[in-house]
């Protein structure tokens, strides 16, 4: 990029959400945007999680674009050598690359009062943009907890998501830890070749069979031939889990049976009684995400894994110490402690009209319009914002849904001319806040009974979204103005404000001042 370059659109990442939003822009005739990738090739998390057994927990024809049907998945759910493949795929099909910006890791983004425009800093330069979208995503920066006695470890250290593909396990004494989806799947994947495995476990999560196979070359061909019934099959996926939300939202006693499911799974795979009462949850399903697995179980039982009923407390040179007093001698520690995910360290990266960090804006819980705007940020949407997440189907209807509401975001600029830009009112904020945390109250996610990474530091769930997608589909199809207030930056010609008048180079236009604006519907 050049020192002057400036943009109409800057979108910040390169995973599911930012090539969702580059291929929208590019729908919407809009052309004249870049996509801000820090890596240096596409993916997101699925370049970023490279780790042994890596896959995804949705199938694969729920989990892919809509307008980027993939008729040729290998299997029913896809391992990450094939999703990132598939994104390499869109990137190429929709001729995203001219607009890719490699090795370009965002510093700091800031709004502009004087020129207004968002000045962007970069590890490669300096540019400006009309609007930004942050599609960064809550999954991009991996979480090691402060353990004291770390930093003296002689042996190897890395997270899940940053897998250290040069050293070898084999026949070293590895300790995993965490219990999420991500150690479900490099347990079995490594316990065949390391000497000892230690599981250290703070809560144990609930194991549902993982229904996976080879789609047969029959399908495939017929998917092929007949694009419908890649749709239809997308359409029964999607259908089953909008008929599951119920449950998860509103009436949680319901998953006792799928409770009484997984306890049986667990009994099949474990026999050992002291082992099975350590691995049973004592909260109910579905407060957390329910995890996929056929091998997590049956590698636990091997006789060179050892689980540790307890979080790991400190480390004192090679020997970790668990909170219950139990220790464990170790080579290597591999961290599955998931992401910053309430607390997303690219908010620390945006400055608002305020001159305020998102971060600030942020300290009492994330909180957006819709999942995609927050107030003082003007032209600054997010692409699986505050409460978008998912606890039973595909974070990939999310994404559509908020690249509906960008589509009609930047329609509405457009209709409204002139250099403007639409800053969420903090009343409309707030009461959708207050709309979504009133229906989270009788989840299973806030009376499970678990702690989880879905709520932040005050135990507010500010991650999942308490609806269908159907719902949220509804509630992103199109910008209401009246949530918003438009701003104008000034003519040229305005002469510079008396002393008695307050000083500001931004006008702001209430609701009022733009009825009978024209709204433009997204497609879906």
């Not at 990029?1 to 090539?19: C, K, N």
């Not at 997308?234 to 306890?263: N, Y």
């Not at 989270?440 to 609806?467: F, H, Q």
């Not at 199809?477 to 207030?485: A, K, N, Q, T």
């Amino acid at each position: 990029m050049t020192e002057h370059e400036h943009v109409r659109v800057a979108v910040i990442g390169s995973g599911f959400g930012g090539l969702g939003a580059a291929v929208r822009l590019r729908r919407e005739g809009i052309t004249d945007f870049v996509v801000l990738e820090r890596a240096g090739s596409v993916g997101g998390t699925w370049r970023d999680n490279s780790y042994p057994g890596c896959a995804c927990d949705v199938p694969s024809h729920l989990y892919s674009f809509s307008f980027a049907p993939h008729p040729d998945w290998p299997r029913t759910f896809s391992g990450q050598e094939h999703i990132r493949a598939y994104l390499e795929h869109v990137t190429d099909v929709f001729g995203l690359r001219p607009h890719l910006r490699f090795d370009s890791e965002v510093k700091m983004m800031t709004w502009d009062r004087e020129k207004f425009r968002w000045g962007i800093e970069t590890s490669r330069g300096f540019l400006t943009a009309d609007v930004v979208v942050s599609a960064t995503g809550p999954l991009s920066d991996p979480r090691i907890p402060g353990i004291p006695g770390i930093d003296s470890f002689p042996g190897k250290v890395f997270h899940s998501a940053r897998w250290d593909h040069d050293y070898d396990l084999r026949g070293k004494r590895v300790a995993m830890i965490g219990t999420g989806a991500s150690a479900i799947q490099i347990v079995p994947a490594i316990q065949p070749d390391v000497s000892r495995l230690t599981l250290f476990q703070r809560t144990p999560p609930w194991v549902m069979p993982r229904v996976d196979r080879a789609i047969t070359g029959a399908e495939r061909w017929l998917h092929k031939q007949l694009p419908f019934t890649t749709q239809a099959r997308r359409g029964l996926l999607w259908g089953i889990r909008e008929l599951q939300v119920q449950a998860f939202t509103k009436r949680p006693g319901e998953l006792g049976l799928v409770e009484r499911l997984a306890r049986r799974n667990m009994t099949r795979a474990v026999q050992d009684p002291a082992l099975r009462a350590k691995l049973t949850p004592d909260y109910r399903i579905g407060c957390k995400r329910i995890l996929l697995s056929n091998t997590y179980y049956p590698a636990l039982t091997r006789s060179n894994v050892d689980v540790v009923a307890s979080g790991l407390a400190k480390i004192d040179g090679s020997t970790l110490v668990a909170a219950d007093g139990s220790t464990a001698e170790v080579d290597a520690i591999i961290f599955g402690t998931g992401f910053h995910v309430t607390d997303m360290p690219i908010a620390d990266r945006v400055v608002g009209a305020e001159g305020r960090t998102l971060a600030e804006a942020w300290r009492g819980g994330m909180k957006s319009l819709r999942g995609a705007t927050a107030a003082g940020f003007p032209n600054w949407m997010t692409i699986i914002g505050p409460n978008t997440g998912l606890g039973n189907s595909s974070m990939i209807l999310m994404i559509e849904s908020q690249l509906n509401y960008m589509a009609d975001y930047m329609r509405q600029l457009d209709v409204l001319g002139g250099r403007a830009a639409l800053d969420a009112r903090p009343d409309a904020v707030e009461g959708w806040n207050d709309r979504v945390q009133e229906r989270m109250l009788r989840t299973v996610w806030n009376t499970g009974g678990c702690t989880s990474w879905y709520l932040d530091a005050n135990g507010r769930n500010t991650t999942i979204w308490p609806g269908t997608t159907t719902e949220f589909r509804s509630a992103t199809r199109r910008v209401d103005l009246g949530e918003y207030e438009v701003l104008r930056a000034p003519k040229p010609s305005v002469p510079e404000p008396s002393a008695t008048e307050p000083s500001t180079t931004e006008s702001r236009t209430k609701n009022s001042g733009t009825k009978g604006t024209k709204k433009v519907e997204a497609g879906a």
